[in-house]
């Protein structure tokens, strides 16, 4: 019996591995997928994302390029830009993830690599009411924990939960899809460039080792059912944009094209039937804002430390009834509430007439790091 089983292993359900480690609590973190493996991701690390990366995974988050500014550029050339608050880390996902969850393994966690979960159900185990979590692997292990945190990521499915669609609390506009590849022979600069064009953007960010990260966002509408085999011809195919051409003319796409679809942006429920959900898979706010990562590392150690508190209080009732684990939902809202309302306006200008992107665009050298700070997640109690 743990204490705590979480589901998936990327950063949300790591690093509330690591925090319940911290606070004494027997983890088993489950992860479907082996590592290293690559998502679809701009790999842009926001600032508020460092200090939980700098404490647990130094050397490989010191291998990251640097960024320190914004630069916005539309499909004729014209650029605006503005300095990032403080500079941010660009580093692959495949890196990233690897290294949190050898992190989870080096704080005590029990890790389960390779397998995924199929269903979560809560038992009654005791007369009391003492409830527990029995969880059931594909391969048909069955394993028991007190308590639960799903971090299952954007889209999942577990039986006896439900689905992500039925949670849906508020939905952004109709579906997109997430492409992205790595290139090498860009030239560096220190910047992430947000090519823009209507009906989607393609992010460019430097990464690790040279290598540059492109990774579009491009509604469903745009993109019809074009079959995507390489980045350059699949992103010329949907959103033609000279700029971005140049820019990528003379580099060579290393390894392979990935994507991700339906991405729906979307606010649903942070807990379900006493599980806490962490990360995306409570809700994806818009990538456009790079903070993603920041909210799952943040909300899943906040996760943690709900579960920790309550299992304190429960012993100390004698492990008698429900669990309280109320004020998760609430510190949740409270903390992402602003970055949903800012990303809603950001999406409006994504699928907005060129004219008006132009015209946003060029508020950004002066309005940019207001709307920036606008979208992070925020909260005394993390
Ligand atoms: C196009 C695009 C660009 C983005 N760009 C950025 C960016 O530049 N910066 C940023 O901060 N954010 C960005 N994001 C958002 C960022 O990728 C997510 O916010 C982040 O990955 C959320 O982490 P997570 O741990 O919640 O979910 P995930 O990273 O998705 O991890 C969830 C894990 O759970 C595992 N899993 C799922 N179901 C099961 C199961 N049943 N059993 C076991 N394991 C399971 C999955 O295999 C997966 O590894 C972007 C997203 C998209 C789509």
Redo the contacts with the bound molecule.
Sequence with gaps: MKDIAI???????AAAAIEARKLGLGVVL????RFPRG????????VE?LPLLEEHIPEVLARGAVIDRAEFIGRSGESHAFSLPRPARGLSRAAMDEALWQAAGREGCELREG???RRAQKQAVTARGERHWILETHAGERVAARSLIV????W?A?EGIPSPAAQVKSAGAGEWM?V?AHFRGVAGRSAVEMYYFRGGYC?LAPIENGLYNA?C?VHRGRAGGRRVAGFCEWIGSVGRHSALDERLRGAAQEGKTLT?AP?RLARRASELDGALV????AGFLD?FT???????LRSGGLAARTVAASLRQNEMRGNAGEMDQSGYGEAFARASARSYGIAGILRALVCAPEGVQHAAAAALPWLGVRLFNGTRWRGSEL
């Design positions: 589901i998936g292993g990327g950063p949300a359900g489950f992860e479907r997928e998502k679809v991701c701009g790999e842009f690390l926001s994302s397998v995924g979960v971090a299952c990521g954007r999942w577990l997430g992205k992010g990774c966002l991700t991405v962490a990360g995306d898979a990538p790079g903070d993603g990562i920041a909210m799952a």
